[in-house]
Every structure is written in C-alpha cells, then in structure tokens.
C-alpha cells in the first residue's frame, strides 16, 4: 500500500511539474511579424524554461505561483518553424508561421458565420489558404479573469473556414491578397452581448455613468428566481406571441423581434464576463490590431455608449500596454426598426461610434448602404471585411493608392440662408453613387422641426437649404434607421451619417 502511495505521488509531481503552454498557443498558429514575441505558460515554481524558434531563443525561470514569461525577438514574415519549449518536458509546436495578426470581436455580425454569408458556397468551396490560420475562442463567461481559452489554431480551407466569421475572413483574405504574408485572425465573438461585457469589471465599477450597469445587473440576479418561475409557467405564451409578432413584422417589411429565452445567470450579458473569459486570456500576445463589429445591443443606450465604448477600447489598450493599438470598427448598417424618420437610437449609436475615431489610431467602416433593412444580420459580409481592410492597410500598412473611408463631417458654416457642410475623406472630389440628386438631408429653423431639404455638390462641400426656411439652424444627414442617402467620395465609399446639432435624443442619459 505504501509503496502504490509514493507511485502515486510520483506521477502527481510528475503532472503538475509539466511545462504547460495556454491554448493560443499551437500547431499552425502565426506569432506577430516585426514585433516582440512573447510566450507565456504555467510549469514548477522554479523550473528553468527555454524556448527557441530558429535562432531565436530566450529563458525564464517559473515564478512562485509557477508561470512564465518571456520575449523573443523581432522576426519577420516566413515559415513554417518549429517552435520549442523546454522544461523538465518539451513541446514542439509545428507549422508555425510568422506574419500578421488580428483580434477579431463583437457581438453576432461579426460572429456571422461565413456559411451564412452571401456568395458563401462559392467562398468556401475555394478557400484554400494554408497561410492564413484561424482561432475561435470557444465562448465562456467568468467571474473574475482567467489564465487559459478553448479553441485550437485551424488552416483555413474549406473544411474549416465555414464556422468562422464571415468578416473576419473577408478581412484576412483581403490583407493576405494585398500584402502576401501569412495571416492569423483570432475570433473572440458572441451573439447579443452589449459591450459592458466585454470590458473589465474595475473599469465599470469607480464610474458613477456606469454604475446604472453594474445596479441592473444586481437587480437581475436577485430577480432571477421570480422570472424563471415566471417563464416556466408563461413559455408557451411568450412563444406563441413572439412568433405572431414575428410574422407581422416581415409582413410590413420590418425586422422581427428578438425570439425571447428562458432567464439564466452567470450569462453572456454579464458586465466584465466575457472580458475575464474571453479576452483577458490572451494577454499579453503579440498582435497587430482589433477589428470590431458590435453596438446592436447597446442601441437602447446609444447616448452612454459614447463614453462605454472608447471606456472598452482604452481598457484593451492598457491591459496590453499598448496606447497605440490599432483598433478598426463597423458603424452599425442601415435596418427597419420604426418608421419615424428621426429620434433614432440606432442614428445616435452611428453617432456614438463617429464620435469615437477622435481615440488615436481607430478608424471606421461605414455600412450605411450595405445593409439588409429587414435583417439584424446582413449577409453581405464581404463588403464589410474589405472595408475594414482598406482602413488596415491604409494606416497600419501605408499602401498607396488606397482610401479608409467615404466622407466624415468636419465642420459647417451658414451663409445666405443655406448650410455650407465640409468633409474629410472627400477622396478626388464627393459624388452621388447613382448619379442622382443627393438623398437624405434634412434642415430645421429655430423650432428644430427637421424638414427635407435640397443639397448641392459644390467643390468639396455640400451645400443645404430649403425655400420655406430663411434662418437655418442645423443639418443631419442620413439620421434614420434606415436612411435613403447616396453621398460619397471618388473611391465609392459611403459618407457617414451624422448631424450639426447637439440636441439631447431620445437616449439621452439613458444610462
């Protein structure tokens, strides 16, 4: 018996002395081209750890608490390598490439697969890239910030590629066409989720703007065994409602509503549960930027997210000591949710998000036009992830002849009864895309009463007025769910909506 007990133990110290590496790490993966590499792991406190991969080779010692960390230095594009880790075992990881690296996440439309995405069958069927590897980080809620993530480096071919994101793929065909280097994208994405979840819960928690999240939260657990009783006795009901409403919201060509679901805790909503487990676990690789897609659920709450979402990005940036990482963004399409032609949660969160490139080193693809008016997800996910690349490789990469975005509102002057409206990203020179007399403008006096109005290309501004109003107070542009507009630049990219006012909305401190 007594010598089955030191076996025993044996083989435990065995186990728990193994140098063990987190899961981003893997066959196929591709670490970050010209930038530091750092590799992190768990083994025995006070195991020497070695890694090399070619020549380039550093080591550690594990801590008290038995992890690890080290860099390795700068490489540049190529593969495939081996990349070794030595302890008291060893682990070789094979196929690895060196290129660029990209953190893909948001809420469904970035998840969108890309079997779901237009052209899809035709898409996958070619997709044979051994270059580019994708990770979809397998989702998971936590209460306080994790060590490790499920999910494992693919290829992408067509046996793999379809479950990813549609954008992200997209977007990474995009830059492995134009830069010709291997391409990793990790996927860190999940449907629904409002963007408290993905920030860091004491970030949340010292501001009073927030705190009106943190207090729902509250609210929602201590409530959570009244309306689980309550759906258990009404689902049949509920269901049966949502799916009348349903019908008659495809009826008047609207979107339908949100399918209702049985109250779970510990879910996906949680403010600062997907940070700590989907996020806070890659910490600290080496990558190049973010690509995000995600505001839908914070539509409701358009006016905070203009505080919530910078809140989120800087909050990245610090925990990766990166005050310049890239971070690239979708404003939200257009979409039928109700037929007033102004006071538009869904405009103010557009907003929010313009609002937001005054971060340095963020950049905005427009969608305004690509969208599916009856579809909270579009399936024209292809324009999306171009979009998104050329903002890429215009700032990152400095690729000449490529423009980042279609016009951005600057500034406005009025002179003679009409609003004088200037541009950034004008291009060569701003356009109609149909040819056509601009579309969506609108113009008030001092009663705030927004009317249609005529508008003129003049050079590189536009021009806006309307007869019956001689003392023009303000302009929007596109300022609807789902805007007719049809402004744009020489490189037929669509300008953003957005509006001369200030005016409180109807989500003003909705917090």
Request: net charge neutral; glycine share 8%; proline share 5%.
């Amino acid at each position: 018996m007594k010598k089955m007990v030191l076996v025993f133990l044996a083989i435990s110290a065995t186990v728990f002395a193994e140098v063990k590496l987190p899961k981003i790490f893997g066959n196929n993966m591709v670490l970050q081209q010209n930038s530091v590499i750092k590799i992190w792991g768990f083994a025995n406190s006070g195991e020497r750890i070695k890694v090399h991969i070619v020549d380039n080779k550093a080591e550690c010692i594990a801590d008290s608490n038995g992890k690890w960390s080290m860099e390795l230095s700068q490489m540049k594009a190529g593969g495939p390598f081996d990349l070794v880790i030595e302890g008291k075992n060893k682990i070789a990881l094979s196929n690895v490439m060196v290129g660029e690296v990209w953190l893909c996440s948001g809420q469904s439309n970035m998840e969108y697969q890309l079997r779901r995405c237009t052209g899809s069958e035709e898409e996958i069927g070619k997709a044979n890239y051994p270059l580019i590897r994708i990770f979809m980080v397998k989702h998971n809620v936590a209460e306080s910030p994790l060590n490790d993530v499920e999910g494992e480096w693919l290829l992408c071919d067509p046996k793999n590629i379809g479950e990813f994101s549609g954008v992200g793929f997209f977007f990474g065909k995009t830059l492995f066409e134009e830069l010709n280097v291997p391409i990793g994208l990790i996927q860190a994405t999940w449907g629904g989720t409002p963007a408290e979840a993905w920030i860091a819960k004491n970030i949340l928690e010292p501001d009073e703007d927030f705190r009106p999240i943190l207090a729902r939260w509250n609210k929602q657990v201590e409530e959570y065994p009244t309306e689980l009783e309550e759906w258990n006795r009404n689902e049949d009901n509920l269901l049966k409602k949502w799916s009348a409403d349903s019908l008659d919201a495809v009826a008047k060509g609207a979107a339908r509503p949100r399918k209702p679901k049985r109250p779970e805790l510990g879910t996906k909503n949680q403010p600062g549960g997907l940070y700590n487990g989907m996020i806070y676990p890659l910490v600290p690789l080496s990558f190049q930027g973010v690509i995000w897609y995600q505001g839908e659920s914070n539509a409701m709450r358009a006016y905070q997210y203009r505080k919530l979402f910078p809140a989120l990005i800087n909050n990245w940036r610090a925990v990766w000591g990166r005050n310049e990482l890239p971070f690239y963004f979708v404003q939200l399409p257009n979409l039928i949710r109700k037929a007033a032609p102004s006071q538009s949660g869904w405009a103010e969160l557009r907003e929010a998000q313009l609002k937001t490139l005054s971060l340095h080193n963020t950049g905005m693809a427009v969608t305004i036009d690509i969208g599916d008016s009856t579809n909270l997800h579009p399936a024209n996910k292809t324009e999306v992830g171009s979009r998104l690349a050329l903002v890429a490789l215009y700032n990152v990469y400095h690729r000449d002849g490529f423009f980042c975005s279609g016009p951005i509102f600057k500034s406005f002057k009025i002179e003679n009864g009409k609003v004088i409206v200037s541009f950034n990203h004008t291009g060569v020179g701003l356009i109609t895309k149909d040819g056509k007399k601009l579309r969506g403008f609108k113009i008030c006096g001092e009663d705030k009463v927004f009317v249609d109005a005529n508008a003129e290309i003049v050079a590189n501004n536009v021009v806006v007025w309307c007869d019956t109003i001689i003392n023009p107070v303000a302009v929007r542009y596109a300022w609807a769910d789902n805007p007719q507009c049809n402004l744009y630049n020489s490189a037929m990219l669509p300008a953003s909506p957005f509006r001369t006012d200030d005016w409180p909305e109807v989500t003003f401190e909705k917090w």
